[in-house]
């Protein structure tokens, strides 16, 4: 069994640790003993750094009041991303006026824990405030609004976030550029245009690009490759393409995933598995789990297998809060821990892949 070594903080203040924490007494859920009992002494993070990636999950503001949620992400992973907190209906609610009250909140927990924080996102088609959906603006009026935005916003999290989701899920599942409201009213410039913008704002942070349904090979992947392929030879600032990895069993494991991520490291951009989860069709039953296990495991492998992958995000951690029942009715079971903390054999198998890897 494993002793959790951090004090878990959220915002400035400390939560207090339970007594039995605190005197090492008690196994926190991280520190389940597992079938190869001593050998659990490592968190994923630590034997995914082994490797030199990080092992990472996501948090919404409001799971970190689950005492129990926040300790565990403090103590396993090394990296978080801000599941909605600093999306631009949450820093730029009233036009002009920011709030980074939320995306704070994180960044707080975050260093307190010792975890980087990827910064999600500053373009998106959805989730945006209703003055900017609602407003009529022309081009010149739209392009300032975004340079404030992205300017804004990465100059407040400068030195606190190590990469940026710069613009997310730009494309269509056929390669075409995705309709939101800044290609059709500035056309598809605007992603160069947001790249330098937020590499003005910030000269080190790490500029991704990021999207779902691009973990295989094909026409959706394809166009990313052509547009960083275009970004590098027009010295527009592109560091990373994020393949998100929101996977579902029913439609089988991405074809050609490791080749995938070795053409853009080729492009000389670094990759990541951004928002990891595998779901299925409930009920879960022992060999949906194994073959979920089997998936995480491929995952892992793949970005073991390709220099460039610096690291895994899972989106969430645990069954206990995971935004995919709420999406997909009927679905779910998409993580490697349940709903009470409990490990499932996804997390040993990632557990396995890292070790593996690391030896
Ligand atoms: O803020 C309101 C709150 O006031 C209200 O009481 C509550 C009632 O449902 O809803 C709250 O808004 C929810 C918001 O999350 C904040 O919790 C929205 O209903 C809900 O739809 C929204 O879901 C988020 C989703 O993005 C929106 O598309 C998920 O939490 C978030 O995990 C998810 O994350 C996205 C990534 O950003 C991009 N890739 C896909 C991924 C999964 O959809």
Redesign the pocket.
Known sequence: MRTPVRRIRIGSAALAASAALLLGLAAAPAAQAGTDGAKETKTLHELARESGRYFGA?V???ELADTEFAELLGTEFGQTTP??GM?W?ATEPQRGVFDFTAGDEIVDYARANGLKVRG??LL?H??LPDWLTSGTWTAGELRSILKNHITKVVKHYRGKVFAWDVA??IMNEDGTYRENIFYTTLGPGYVADALRWARAADPKVKLYL?D?NVEALGPKSDAYYTLIKQLKRDRVPIDGFGL?G?LALQYGFPGGLKENLRRFADLGVDVALT?LDIRMILPSDETKLAEQADWYARVTDACLAVRRCVGITL??YTDRHS?IP??FPGEGAALPWDENLRHKPAYDAIRSALTAAGS
């Open positions: 996501a919404d503001n409001p599941g909605n999306k209906y999600h996102t998106w959805s989730q997310n899920e990021n779902y998100q929101h928002e989106w969430g935004w709420a999406v």
